[in-house]
């Protein structure tokens, strides 16, 4: 039974492109792939609390010697890498902030990008997901020969990131000017559906 962990941050809710185009996906992943499990968390609700002293002293400090307080800490990491390491596939939702990614994102890869547990000392990825999504919506066009292409840093980042800790086969969806539906020349529903079979065939 295949395992497709679905990571969200947008912060637009039920309002956001992401997010929406990241349903569509799942519910065509679930038609391929009968009686697998979906695993959603969405960083914007959940509130992930970002690295601090007492998750740094429990990620590097052996169990049996950690305090109370670094075990705490590194419980949400903990939990957090074992989903990821138990998860056939990953697909990752989320807006493009200042050519970056969300805190939120950031602070869900800070917790599983971990020494010893994704990644070795000689930097060799742990984590056996087959494969990857990640769906970016952004106000301004960045796709392969935009004007502002270069000025991409987030899928970028993502795929060096995903590549570091294991996962190599990345698939990018790019929902580019979405601008449109808060400026009123076009609504989400029609903004979506002309990403509809780009998203449908991609879970397929």
């Known amino acids: 039974m295949a395992t497709l962990l679905r990571i969200d941050a947008s912060s637009r809710g039920d309002y956001s492109v992401s997010k929406t185009l ?12 009968v009686g697998g499990k979906v695993i959603t968390h969405d960083t914007t609700q959940e509130k992930l609390p970002f690295v601090d002293l007492p998750w740094i002293g429990g990620a590097y400090t052996p169990v049996e010697k950690q305090s109370e307080q670094q075990q705490a800490a590194i419980k949400v990491s903990d939990d957090l890498v074992d989903e ?35 990644f070795t000392p000689d930097y060799k990825g742990l984590v056996k997901t087959k494969k990857a999504w990640i769906i970016m919506a952004s106000g301004g066009e960045y796709g392969p020969g935009a004007y502002a292409e270069g000025y991409n ?32 020349t076009t609504t989400l529903p029609e903004y979506v559906s002309k990403h509809a079979d780009e998203v449908v065939s991609a879970a397929k």
């Open 84 to 118: 990821l390491l138990a998860a056939d596939e990953l697909l990752i939702t989320t807006p493009m902030y200042n050519f970056s990614i969300p805190a939120s994102l950031k602070a869900w890869i800070d917790h599983v990008v971990r020494l010893n547990r994704t």
């Open 22 to 33: 990241g349903k569509q996906f799942t519910a065509e992943w679930e038609k391929n792939n």
């Open 153 to 184: 840093m987030a899928t970028t980042y993502l795929k060096q990131i995903l590549g570091f800790i294991g996962i190599t086969d990345v698939e990018i969806i790019l929902a580019g000017n979405t601008s449109g539906i808060d400026q009123g």
